[in-house]
C-alpha cells in the first residue's frame, strides 16, 4: 500500500489575534505549508478544511472555496466539521483521497478564530457539539461535562486533584520550548491546586485555553514525493475513526472512551502495528482528565493506570512514552478546527528532528488522536519514518 507522505506544514501562532480573521490566519498556515513541501501550488488538486465554529465566531459558513481563495488555489474546496476533531476528520479523508489514487498533492488543514467573540459566547458556541435538547437546555457545558467524566474515573478507578494537576505541569513544560504555543509558562502542582475550581474536580488550570490560530499540511503520493525529489520522510500509515453516543447520559461509559477505541483499533490495523510500537503520542487533552481516558483507549495503559503516568514522569518527554510534547492542548492551545492537523505538524517535525524536545525523543513511529465533543467523534493517526 502506498502512504501519503507530509511534504509540508505549516502553523500560526496559537493565541489571541483579535485583529486577524479566519482566512487571514489560514493563508499563513497554508502558504507556509506550501513554502516548506516545496511542492509547485498548480500541483494541488484538493483542499479538506476543518472548521467548527465559523458561523457562530464570523458569521461565515462555506468556508472551503474561502481559504482556498486565501492561499490563492483554484481547486475543490470542501469543509469538514466534527466539533474539535474537524480537522483530523480532514486529515483521514485527505489520505484515503491519495491513497485511493484521486489526487496525488492534498492541502489540509483547518483554523478557528474565537477569542473576538469573548469567553461566554466562546463557550456556549462550543456547547453546540453537546445534545441540545438534553444537555445544553439543561445549562450543560464541556467543564461540567468533563468534570462529570473526571469523577466517575475517579470513583470507578481511584485518583486524585494532584494527578489530574501533574498532567498540567507536564504539558506546560514541554510547551516552554514550543514558540507556536499560548501559554509558555512554568507552572506547579500547587498553582493548579490553588487555582479557582471550574467545575469540581475541575479546575482553571485542568482546562485549555480559548485560542485562535491555524495549521496546515501538504500530503502528496510516494510516487509524487520521490519523481519530484521531495524530502518527505514521514508518511501517514494509519488512519481510523470512530463514533460514540453524543449525550454523556447515553452513554454505557463515562470512565472510558469508545470512540477512542474505535478508531485506534483501525489505525493500528490499517498501519499494520500495536500499541507497543508506537514511541509518542499528540492526544486531545481538552482537560487533563481527557489525556487519561485518551492513553488507556488508545491501548498505552490498561484502565485505571495512566491516571498516574504524568506523576511518575512516565509522560515527559524524557520518559518512557512522550505524551504532548508540543505542551498539548492544555498550553500549546486549542484552536479547535486546527487541532487535528496541528497534531500531526507537531510529530511531523518531531520525527524529523526539527521540533523542540526532538534530541531527547527517541522513536520513528507516532500517533496523534484528536476528539470531537466528549469524544463522541474520534480520529487517530499513525505516522511513521519511512524514507
Same mark, same amino acid.
Given at each position: ?14 493565541? *489571541?489575534?483579535?485583529?486577524?480573521? @479566519? ?18 501550488? &498548480? ?17 461565515? @459558513?462555506?468556508? @472551503?472555496?474561502?481559504?482556498?481563495? /486565501?492561499?490563492? $488555489? ?13 480537522? +483530523?476528520?480532514?486529515?483521514? %479523508? ?14 489540509? @488543514? ?24 438534553? *444537555? ?33 505541569? !507536564? ?7 514550543? *514558540? ?41 503520493? =510516494? ?38 477505541? =474505535?478508531?485506534? =483499533? %483501525? ?23 481527557? %489525556?487519561? $481516558?485518551?492513553?488507556?483507549?488508545? +491501548?498505552?495503559? =490498561?484502565?485505571? *493506570? ?22 498539548? $492542548? !492544555? ?26 524536545? /526532538?534530541?531527547?525523543? &527517541? ?20 505516522? %511513521?519514518?519511512?524514507?
Amino acid at each position: 500500500m502506498s502512504h501519503p507522505r507530509v511534504a509540508g506544514v505549516g502553523l500560526t501562532h496559537f493565541g *489571541e489575534h483579535p485583529e486577524r480573521t @479566519g482566512r487571514d490566519l489560514f493563508a499563513d498556515a497554508g502558504l507556509a505549508a506550501l513554502d516548506d513541501s516545496g511542492v509547485d501550488p &498548480d500541483d494541488v488538486e484538493s483542499l479538506f478544511y476543518g472548521n467548527f465554529m465559523g458561523e457562530l465566531a464570523e458569521h461565515q @459558513g462555506h468556508q @472551503g472555496p474561502l481559504m482556498a481563495e /486565501a492561499v490563492g $488555489l483554484d481547486v475543490p474546496a470542501t469543509r469538514f466539521e466534527a466539533a474539535c476533531a474537524s480537522s +483530523g476528520a480532514a486529515i483521514r %479523508e485527505a489520505v484515503k483521497t491519495v491513497r485511493n489514487g484521486e489526487a496525488d498533492v492534498v492541502l489540509v @488543514g483547518g483554523a478557528e478564530r474565537m477569542t473576538n467573540i469573548g469567553t461566554p459566547a466562546a463557550t456556549d458556541a462550543l456547547s453546540i457539539a453537546a445534545d441540545d435538547l438534553y *444537555e445544553i437546555r439543561s445549562g450543560m457545558t464541556f467543564p461540567g461535562a468533563y468534570a462529570l467524566m473526571a469523577r466517575s474515573y475517579f470513583r470507578e478507578y481511584g485518583g486524585s486533584r494532584e494527578d489530574l494537576a501533574a498532567i498540567a505541569v !507536564k504539558n506546560h513544560e514541554h510547551a516552554l520550548e514550543n *514558540e507556536y504555543a499560548q501559554l509558555r509558562t512554568e507552572i506547579t502542582v500547587e498553582d493548579v491546586l490553588d487555582a479557582p475550581t471550574i467545575a469540581a474536580p475541575l479546575g482553571l488550570y485542568d482546562s485549555c485555553p480559548i485560542t485562535d490560530g491555524a495549521s496546515a499540511l501538504v500530503l502528496t503520493s =510516494e510516487d509524487y514525493a520521490e519523481n519530484h525529489g521531495l524530502d518527505a520522510s514521514v508518511g501517514i500509515t494509519g488512519t481510523g475513526q470512530g463514533g460514540d453516543n453524543l449525550a454523556l447520559h447515553d452513554r454505557e461509559y463515562l470512565a472510558r472512551s469508545p470512540a477512542t477505541a =474505535e478508531a485506534a =483499533e %483501525e489505525a493500528y490495523d490499517d498501519a499494520g502495528i500495536g500499541p507497543d510500537d508506537v514511541d509518542v503520542l499528540e492526544v486531545h487533552d481538552c482537560f487533563t482528565i481527557a %489525556e487519561v $481516558l485518551a492513553l488507556e483507549a488508545l +491501548g498505552m495503559y =490498561e484502565y485505571g *493506570e495512566a491516571i498516574a503516568a504524568a506523576r511518575n514522569g512516565e509522560t515527559y518527554c524524557t520518559g518512557k512514552l512522550p505524551v504532548n510534547v508540543s505542551g498539548g $492542548l !492544555k498550553a500549546k492551545g486549542h484552536p479547535v478546527g486546527a487541532t487535528g492537523v496541528a497534531q500531526v505538524v507537531a510529530l511531523t517535525e518531531l520525527l524529523e528532528g526539527r521540533f523542540p524536545h /526532538a534530541d531527547e525523543v &527517541d522513536g520513528e513511529t507516532a500517533v496523534a488522536h484528536n476528539a470531537g465533543g466528549t469524544v463522541a467523534s474520534a480520529t487517530v493517526h499513525v505516522l %511513521e519514518v519511512v524514507a
